[in-house]
């Protein structure tokens, strides 16, 4: 279903002489509108950055470059782990997943979000995500 994150192939235009593109579209390989891009970059190797989860937002997030390894946890408790490491790979995040993120130097990290940029949005204190788990 869309409530579990999982990856998703993305089609790859082209071949090796010319070159690729990849193509994501609103309400077509993308579950929602699209209401924010951001990228992230020189994140350095021994950084583990995300540590939160999101209340509302969903998120299909690229390694346009690099090698991006995610590991989740869901509300139902399962952690999973998750390698981006092709630019045709996307990973679908729906809300309420904890994230912990891990780049390769060179890694350069996409991301399409349903929804702009909330603070209140965030859940960052795995205690606090946890109380929901064990509520659900
Ligand atoms: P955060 O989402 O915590 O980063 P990460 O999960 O990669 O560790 O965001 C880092 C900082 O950037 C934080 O201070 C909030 C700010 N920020 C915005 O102002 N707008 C945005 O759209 C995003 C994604 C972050």
């Known amino acids: 279903t869309i409530n579990i994150p999982k990856l998703v192939e993305f089609a790859s235009i082209g071949d090796s002489s010319l070159g690729f593109i990849t193509i994501a579209e609103a309400h077509k390989n993308v579950p929602f509108e699209i209401k924010r891009v951001y990228w992230t970059y020189f994140t350095p190797h021994n950084v583990i950055r995300g540590g939160h989860a ?3 937002l969903e998120q299909i997030i690229f390694a346009v470059c690099g090698r991006i390894e995610f590991n989740i946890e869901t509300i139902d408790g399962e952690k999973n782990s998750f390698v981006l490491d092709s630019p045709d790979k996307g990973l679908y995040i ?9 780049f390769s130097h ?3 990290l996409l991301c399409l979000a349903s929804e702009v940029y909330l603070e209140e949005d965030y859940i960052r204190h795995y205690e606090d995500f946890k109380i929901l788990v064990h509520e659900k």
């Open 94 to 102: 729906p809300r309420l997943v904890w994230r912990d993120i891990k």
């Open 54 to 56: 999101h209340k509302n």
């Open 106 to 108: 060179n890694a350069v």
